[in-house]
């Protein structure tokens, strides 16, 4: 069975993929397209359905409905070692009688390829990945990072159409951490392999991935770039869990053809191409590093709304200190802002009497049905 039409060869397509276990739904039916060469992050708290998307497109389970395709090719009947992808999960696996170049040939060895090419290809992936001066290792011989890189090493040396990822990332330190992201996006770009992700960490998403696909309860709420999820989040529970936002409840407000989301801080537009309904209920992010905080209202000129309160709270937290503002019209409200360091003095000692500028540019307005959720440790 071959894609539909209008499905670029080359791509990962899920359509109507779903997976239930009796009364649970771990899947919701779900479609998805990964261009050929994209690196996509599945990104979501624990229970979200983000690796049971990436089982399913490995093989691992079998989807409760639809058809997964690869290169125009119906692949959800293969099974797992006939299908031109590969897994790299989150304790490696790697085999520990073997030295680094044997666990990296694995793959090949049991296609019975020549010796030659065999040798040859090992070489290559290891100066792609710098580990030529450790192929005579033992796993137990080497750092977290260096396992990780011999993990996706083998996972790429018979030259797989996909790469799915597990959690790869998840035991190293925040330091070695970061370098594999880089390392990570580097390779991945240079081999030009699409990579699927899965990953409950935001900042690692952003750093690595083209595109990210937000999930909850077994569904993708958002998939969209890492700038566009950031300052333009469709949902509730997509602005709460990307990133820190400040969520205003609010009401929507018609004039004329115009719409305003109306909270306790004041109005703020709708986008007009946006749909909503007369008094329906809708929620405001607003990104807690746009805010300012002064101690006299800022100029007229100033774009944005201004609103008189008092610092209920401040925390020194290195680059940036948190600003907890509570408005004078709405006591029971708190809004978190993030300033410079250097800059707190004045209007930010606690419980001082200040002003909050709201920049209109930078709000968002959704009436999309979410939810906060507790952000993962």
Request: net charge negative; with cysteine.
């Given at each position: 069975m071959t894609v539909e039409t209008g499905a670029e060869r080359g791509s990962l397509i899920l359509r109507g993929v779903s997976k239930t276990y009796g009364d649970f739904t771990a899947v919701a039916p779900t479609d998805l397209e990964v261009p050929d060469g994209e690196f996509l992050a599945l990104l979501g708290p624990s229970g979200s359905g983000k690796t049971t998307v990436l089982r399913l497109i490995g093989g691992f389970v079998r989807p409760s409905t639809g058809h997964v395709f690869l290169d125009g090719?119906?692949?959800?009947?293969?099974?797992?070692?006939?299908?031109?992808?590969?897994?790299?999960?989150?304790?490696?696996?790697?085999?520990?009688?073997?030295?680094?170049?044997?666990?990296?040939?694995?793959?090949?060895?049991?296609?019975?390829?020549?010796?030659?090419?065999?040798?040859?290809r090992v070489e290559k992936i290891l100066a792609s990945v710098g580990l030529e001066s450790l192929k005579d290792r033992y796993p137990s011989q080497l750092s977290g990072g260096q396992r990780q890189r011999v993990a996706l090493a083998r996972a790429m040396i018979c030259e797989p159409r996909l790469i799915l990822l597990d959690e790869p990332l998840a035991a190293l330190d925040?330091?070695?951490?970061?370098?594999?992201?880089?390392?990570?996006?580097?390779?991945?770009?240079?081999?030009?392999?699409?990579?699927?992700?899965?990953?409950?960490?935001?900042?690692?998403?952003?750093?690595?991935?083209?595109?990210?696909?937000?999930?909850?309860?077994g569904?993708?709420?958002?998939?969209?770039?890492?700038?566009?999820?950031?300052?333009?989040?469709?949902?509730?529970?997509?602005?709460?869990?990307?990133?820190?936002?400040?969520?205003?409840?609010?009401?929507?407000?018609?004039?004329?053809?115009?719409?305003?989301?109306?909270?306790?801080?004041?109005?703020?537009?709708?986008?007009?191409?946006?749909?909503?309904?007369?008094?329906?209920?809708?929620?405001v992010a607003v990104r807690p590093e746009i805010l300012e905080v002064s101690a006299a209202p800022p100029p007229e000129t100033a774009n944005g709304r201004t609103v008189p309160g008092r610092v209920a709270q401040v925390l020194f937290g290195g680059p940036q200190t948190r600003v907890t503002f509570v408005p004078d019209?709405?006591?029971?409200?708190?809004?978190?802002?993030?300033?410079?360091?250097?800059?707190?003095?004045?209007?930010?000692?606690?419980?001082?009497?200040?002003?909050?500028?709201?920049?209109?540019t930078y709000a968002v307005v959704s009436t999309e049905p979410g939810h906060p959720k507790e952000k993962p440790t």
């Open positions: 090719q119906d692949i959800t009947d293969l099974p797992i070692f006939d299908r031109p992808c590969n897994t790299v999960f989150q304790d490696y696996a790697l085999f520990p009688h073997m030295r680094v170049r044997d666990n990296i040939a694995f793959g090949l060895s049991v296609r019975h390829r020549p010796r030659s090419e065999i040798g040859e925040a330091n070695l951490r970061q370098q594999m992201q880089e390392q990570l996006k580097s390779i991945q770009r240079a081999l030009q392999i699409t990579f699927v992700f899965v990953t409950h960490d935001q900042s690692e998403a952003i750093a690595v991935a083209d595109r990210i696909a937000v999930m909850n309860a569904r993708i709420e958002q998939i969209a770039t890492p700038t566009d999820l950031y300052y333009r989040p469709q949902t509730p529970f997509v602005a709460d869990f990307f990133g820190e936002n400040n969520l205003l409840p609010g009401q929507i407000a018609m004039s004329g053809s115009a719409a305003m989301a109306r909270t306790a801080i004041g109005d703020f537009p709708v986008p007009a191409d946006q749909p909503v309904v007369d008094a329906a209920d809708c929620v019209a709405a006591t029971d409200l708190t809004v978190i802002c993030l300033v410079p360091s250097q800059d707190v003095a004045g209007p930010y000692a606690n419980d001082e009497p200040a002003f909050l500028n709201i920049p209109d």
